[in-house]
């Protein structure tokens, strides 16, 4: 039932999460909260491990995910699930486009959808910053703002942020960085 199910969730993501692999992001926050299959440190964990392999980060996350939640094959069907939807819709929309190209229906479409998957991404990148640099638990005991800060994870973030801005290096040198700062720092 599990994997049935994987399916029926994946497809969903996969024919709404439009802008990318990272408005996949709200989804599976709603998944998550929805299933208990994974928790959202485990989506913080999806999102580094698929920045950092090679391939598409949507599918990444999604095996992730499919991993979590049903083993390998679960994995495997997460994956297909998700890009299902786009292979279809690809398929029809490059038979019809050329036809329809100089449409103003198809051009207010597209017109739409961009801020959709801007808002989409930006939501995700809010949540995953929540919980990578936020410490709820450690303020509400406390009571001291300093503490609502996971202050190295911050100030890693910022260099690496600043660093990817100003030095123009691969996106692979910066997350390499920050796995070895990751494991000599322990966050």
């Known amino acids: 039932m599990t994997l049935l199910r994987l399916i029926w969730e994946f497809i969903k993501t996969g024919l709404f999460s439009v802008g990318g692999g990272l408005a996949t992001l709200p989804f599976l926050y709603e998944m998550s909260d929805r299933t208990g299959w994974f928790s959202h440190a485990d989506i913080a964990d999806m999102i580094a491990i698929s920045e950092s392999t090679p ?7 999604s095996t992730y995910a499919g991993f979590l939640s049903a083993g390998v094959l679960g994995g495997v069907i997460a994956s297909l699930a998700l890009a299902f939807p786009s292979l279809v819709i690809i398929l ?7 036809k329809f190209r100089d449409s103003r229906f198809v051009e207010g479409v597209f017109y739409g959808l961009r801020p959709a998957s801007i808002a989409m991404i930006t939501a995700a990148g809010l ?16 009571g001291s703002v300093g503490d609502l800060f996971v202050w190295k ?31 000599v720092f322990r966050f």
């Open 55 to 61: 391939g598409a980060i949507g599918i990444n996350m």
């Open 92 to 98: 029809i929309i490059a038979k019809f486009l050329e």
């Open 127 to 142: 949540n995953v910053m929540r919980v990578s640099l936020i410490d709820p638990e450690a303020f509400a005991q406390s």
């Open 153 to 183: 994870a911050l100030i890693l973030a910022a260099l690496i942020f600043f660093g990817q801005k100003k030095l123009k290096w691969h996106p692979v040198v910066f997350i390499a960085i920050a796995a070895v700062a990751g494991v």
